[in-house]
Structures are given as C-alpha cells and as structure tokens.
Nanobody, 114 residues
C-alpha cells in the first residue's frame, strides 16, 4: 500500500508562489506516472498536471505556463511549483498516480487571496 503525504500549501496573495511536495512511501514510485489534482469547494476533483516516469509533463490549460511539475525518484517525491497564483487556484491539492489509484492523502490547502 502506497501512502501519500502532501505538504507546502498555505495562504498567499494573488501573484504569489508556492511549492507543493508529495512524498510517497512504499511501492515502486519511479515507474509510475504521477499527477497533481485539486478540488475546490463545491467542485469535482480535477487533474492539473502530470509527469511520466521518464519526466514528460502535461498541464491543464488553466495552469499552463504558471505551474511546473517535477519529481525526484531518489526521494520518492513529486513537486508542484505554482507561480502567478490566482484566486481561482484556491483548492485542496492532492497527488496520486495517474493510471492506478492509490489511496488519497489528506491533501494540502492552497488559498489565494485577491
């Protein structure tokens, strides 16, 4: 069973930056494509960024050119650098594998004030 622990969220003003981290314990982390997801109040969880086992990345249009996903396989960790944050980025952010479904972590709250 893989355990996921997200961290790095907080309260920032619009235009600010945050770096999220997600540490995975157990499993063969390096072979899995990983993703960052977010869920805003009253909305469904959405996938915002993915990174393949080889390092290829993809982004939702809403975050393209502002967010950067990366991974450190030696540390079993995936990151999300978020720049130029907007109030609409406010959500709980989660990480998970993309093509398999591990148990969700507790997420990390990101709040962007206008």
């Amino acid at each position: 069973q893989v355990l996921l622990v997200e961290s790095g969220g907080g309260l920032v003003q619009a235009g600010g930056s945050l770096r999220l981290s997600c540490a995975a314990s157990g499993g063969f982390f390096r072979i899995y494509a990983m993703g960052w997801y977010r869920q805003a109040p009253g909305k469904q969880r959405e996938l915002v960024a993915t990174i393949s086992s080889g390092g290829s990345t993809n982004y939702a249009d809403s975050v393209k050119d502002r967010f950067t996903i990366s991974r450190d396989n030696a540390k079993n960790t995936v990151y999300l650098q978020m720049n130029s944050l907007k109030p609409e980025d406010t959500a709980v952010y989660y990480c998970n594998a993309v093509y398999v479904s591990w148990s969700w972590g507790q997420g990390t709250q990101v709040t962007v004030s206008s």
